[in-house]
């Protein structure tokens, strides 16, 4: 009688600061029996989970996490940037399971921090920037008279760019033209300004452990304003190799609101040419390597100036969870099953690709910007949605109150869904999105390339479908 083989047990995931995405995304794994998830975290965005951000304190977190899962868990991971990926590299560090340096991570985190590092190896890539030496809670942030003082004896100049050192999801980022713009938008109630700091604690809390920060992290910035299009490309770092799994087009709603140009949506393939495409690639591995990343999923932002130069915007050590879909539906790439790998130590290369579905995807962001909420669609129209495109994947962000008002001062516009789709090619996505428009009764816009001068933009060949570079 032959001896019986004992099942092998699931990959016992533990999951920080869990995002939208992710219950879809390991969803497969979960129902196939190959993983065991352990969620730790709260949801910033929603309460009464994000209320525990005032009171938060990282480190007796960490404490927390390694004493309840030490011996217990094979990998820890995170797509969380507020707070998640930082932690996971921390925690990681200490149960000694396969991560990311936590130095890198604080590095990436910290916006003039990593450009100080973009700096060192690739100059001509940089935007001019420079902390605004003013606390959120020092008085002159909302004089204007001083503000201007400040700006021109720290060599500052307007119209600029301002943003958070460290924040995500372009929160309170905006050109400001005048010392009297900058003033209200750095008008913060003394609730906002708590907010703020506590939202920022953890980080700082960490970073202080591994790196020497150039300023306190609840500082704005301020930056040379770009006009130009602009793309992220997308991948991981293996025992400090960099695989690129894509470049994906981020375009915009036409002209600024409250300062600002707002994602309209993420297309895949992009419609860069090769060369460009080339120059992206070989930029992006140069700036890991700077900031010393040498495991994990990272997603990186730039600039493409019409002559095809490249300027750098930033670096999130973070899976873009948003648009795993793109690359799944584009090319088969299991980029889940890639994380997990990665995070348990195993080359991600190793993980099976399925079959492409489409020629082109795209995830799109649905927004107003008038001050008022939306209403979410009703079942009928969500039922015809489930059966008309059962690829859709759609995601609702219903505000309302304090949370709407908020929403519109610190982004400039209310999210209120954002839905990934595919199809054979452009012009069948097309097609797909202005009659998913028409039925859940949502503004259909599209991106107006005309109005980027892009002289080195050329049509893709949406039927390629390229695997990982």
Not at 283 to 309: M, Q, W
């Amino acid at each position: 009688m032959r001896p019986r083989v004992p099942a092998r047990r699931p990959l016992r995931i533990l999951l920080l600061f869990e995002k939208e995405w992710d219950a879809g995304g390991f969803g497969p794994m979960r129902e196939a029996g190959e993983i065991e998830v352990f969620a730790e975290g709260f949801d910033l965005f929603r309460f009464p989970g994000n209320a525990r951000v005032l009171s938060f304190d990282a480190w007796a977190f960490v404490a927390r996490i390694c004493r309840q899962y030490r011996g217990r868990v094979d990998a820890v991971v995170s797509n969380n940037e507020q707070f998640g990926t930082l932690l996971a590299a921390v925690v990681a560090e200490r149960l000694g399971l396969p991560g990311n340096d936590p130095a890198a991570v604080c590095r990436a985190h910290h916006k003039l921090l990593a450009r100080r590092c973009q700096q060192q190896v690739a100059p001509e890539a940089g935007i001019p920037a420079a902390e605004l030496p003013l606390a959120l809670d020092d008085p002159r942030a909302r004089d204007p008279a001083a503000l201007a003082q400040v700006l021109s004896g720290a060599g500052l100049a307007l119209p600029a760019f301002v943003k958070p050192v460290k924040a995500t999801f372009s929160v309170l980022a905006r050109k400001v033209d005048t010392p009297e713009e900058l003033a209200a938008h750095l008008d913060f109630g003394r609730f906002e300004r708590l907010v703020i700091r506590r939202l920022v604690a953890p980080f700082a809390q960490l970073a202080s452990r591994y790196v020497e920060l150039p300023c306190d992290p609840t500082r704005m910035m301020v930056e040379r304003p770009v006009d130009a299009h602009q793309v992220n490309v997308d991948g991981y770092v293996f025992e400090g190799e960099v695989r690129v799994l894509g470049i994906v087009d981020e375009w915009m709603y036409p002209g600024e609101h409250a300062g600002a140009r707002h994602f309209l949506r993420f297309g895949h393939p992009s419609v860069l040419p090769e060369a460009v495409r080339a120059s992206i690639v070989a930029l992006t591995r140069k700036l890991l390597e700077a900031i010393g990343f040498r495991h994990g999923f990272f997603n990186c932002e730039f600039f493409v100036l019409p002559d095809g130069s490249l300027r750098f915007i930033e670096i999130n050590p973070r899976l873009a969870s948003q648009l795993v879909s793109l690359y799944r539906e584009v090319h088969g790439l299991d980029v889940y099953r890639m994380l997990v790998a990665l995070a348990c130590g195993r080359d991600p290369a190793g993980v099976p690709t399925l079959a492409a579905s489409c020629g082109a995807a795209a995830s799109f962001v649905f927004r107003r910007f008038d001050g008022a909420a939306m209403a979410p669609p009703d079942g009928d129209a969500l039922r015809w949605l489930a059966r008309e495109y059962p690829g859709a994947k759609l995601a609702l962000y219903p505000k309302s109150g304090s949370g709407l008002a908020r929403e519109y001062k610190w982004l400039g516009s209310h999210r209120y869904a954002v839905m990934n789709l595919g199809a054979e090619d452009q012009e069948a996505l097309e097609r797909a999105h202005a009659r998913i428009c028409e039925r859940l009764g949502w503004p259909c816009v599209v991106p107006d390339r005309s109005t980027v001068a892009l002289t080195v933009l050329k049509p893709a060949n949406t039927s390629v479908r390229p695997g990982v570079k």
